[in-house]
């Protein structure tokens, strides 16, 4: 299955900069794009990184560049594979670049999923939609405020069928600095599965921290 992966080069992780600073960001997720794109092709699938800049590393995939906002640099996406094969339903993915969490076998039920109904989507903490699944051809993105329920309308109003994947790893974007904490108890050791996020968290100086009731990091 082919899976695009959108990546921000220009200002990555911005909502880190508590924590992190410019350079760190960008190597922070360059780690977790790293761990998002062994689980995908652990998971059968074909990754190609829609970024929005050339990015500074040897993906072994392919990468596009569009330095349009995501929403219509994943519309732009869509258009072209509809366009190039407008009665070939072959179903797409999406699945955003912090997922660093991300096993190949919640990878594995989101596109099983995607392939039984015309759009399967794994929903994100808040609203969002961290990954979908879309074989229907006028099916469109609108990733502003709720992208969930926006998805679910635009999926009613084209006549899709619509399958939700609940799963935690799916669920957790690292965007905040307290989702830290769960990439670094719920990584696992090998790659594709927070293993070289959680790896670079850890050859920083971060570490998890109890101490006020509540489990966050510490950074020494």
């Not at 990555?12 to 190597?27: F, I, N, T, Y």
């Not at 560049?65 to 339903?89: M, Q």
């Not at 690292?174 to 050791?189: F, Q, Y």
Request: hydrophobic residues 45%; proline residues 6%.
């Amino acid at each position: 299955m082919e899976v695009l992966v959108p990546f921000s080069t220009d200002r990555p992780k911005s909502r880190l900069s508590a924590v992190l600073d410019p350079d760190e960001r960008k190597a922070f997720a360059r780690a977790m794009l790293r761990d998002v794109l062994d689980a995908v092709r652990a998971a059968d699938g074909d990754p190609r990184v829609l970024a929005t800049g050339p990015v500074e590393a040897d993906l072994a995939c392919p990468v596009d560049v569009d330095e349009r906002p995501l929403t219509d640099a994943v519309n732009a996406a869509l258009d072209a594979r509809v366009d190039d094969s407008p009665e070939d339903a072959t179903p797409v993915a999406v699945v955003m670049a912090d997922l660093a969490l991300a096993t190949p076998e919640a990878l594995r039920e989101l596109f099983a999923a995607g392939r039984e109904a015309d759009v399967a989507i794994a929903p994100g903490r808040g609203g969002g939609t961290n990954a979908f699944v879309a074989s229907h051809p006028a099916f469109r993105v609108d990733y502003h405020g709720a992208s969930y329920l926006d998805h679910r309308r635009i999926a009613a109003e084209v006549g899709a069928s619509v399958a939700v994947v609940d799963s935690h790893r799916l669920a957790t974007d690292v965007d905040e600095p307290a989702d830290l904490a769960e990439l670094l108890i719920h990584a696992e050791a090998d790659e594709g599965s927070g293993g070289r996020a959680a790896r670079w968290l850890r050859d920083a100086g971060f570490a998890l921290d109890a101490t006020e009731g509540r489990v966050g990091v510490e950074r020494e």
